[in-house]
């Protein structure tokens, strides 16, 4: 039997929900890994005037598959995945707005917690380390490179990692980092101007390093 591996969403669309490629190469390299994908999904947003349905959107990425994230057991799976896209810093954390002194949402902290004690893989890619970051100080994360310019245009998350006492690793898009001790597998994705083939890569790395932990 393939590895069950849970894939978090947030919603759908890089600007608020997940973004759309990474989720889509998370689930085909889970596929090509053989895992049982198990698509699952946090409906708490931030307040907004929009009604949305995060739950409904992250559907039309999972072709329907989709269960609410309070329903998911740890005990029945083997890792867990979180694609990128602002949906991880507007509805699954604060981060967009306070930065390091951000709130996760407790749906997904609890759920954080439970497969770190559990030690179980979670694989993080784009911004989502930052959820790890918050959660375990002392981690050890990439989101590509910490200094700023065209090709790393959001170098300075990396910087505010740090300050929340994890060691950030420079890596390559089409690189994942290992913290063997936590069991957290990191790529930058979209956080690096890179062409849409190397973030696959990378995002593929990621799955591949996540399922050969659990």
Known sequence: MGKRVAVVLAGCGVYDGSEIHEASAVLVHLSREGAQMHVVDHVKGQ?????????????????????????????????????GGFG????????????????????????????????????????SPVLAAKIFPGCELTVGHDTECEKWPYAKTAETMKELGCKHINKHVTETHVDAKNKLVTTSAFMCNAPIHQIHDGIGKMVKEVVSLA
């Open 47 to 83: 307040p907004t005037q929009e009604k949305r349905n995060v739950l409904v959107e992250s559907a039309r990425i999972a072709r329907g598959n989709i269960k609410d994230l309070a329903t998911l057991d740890v005990k029945e799976l083997d890792a867990l995945i979180i694609p």
């Open 88 to 127: 991880v810093a507007k509805n699954l954390s604060t981060w967009a707005t306070q930065g390091k002194n951000c709130v996760i949402s407790k749906e997904v902290e609890d759920v954080l917690k439970a497969f770190h004690a559990a030690k179980k893989p979670i694989g993080l890619c784009c911004i």
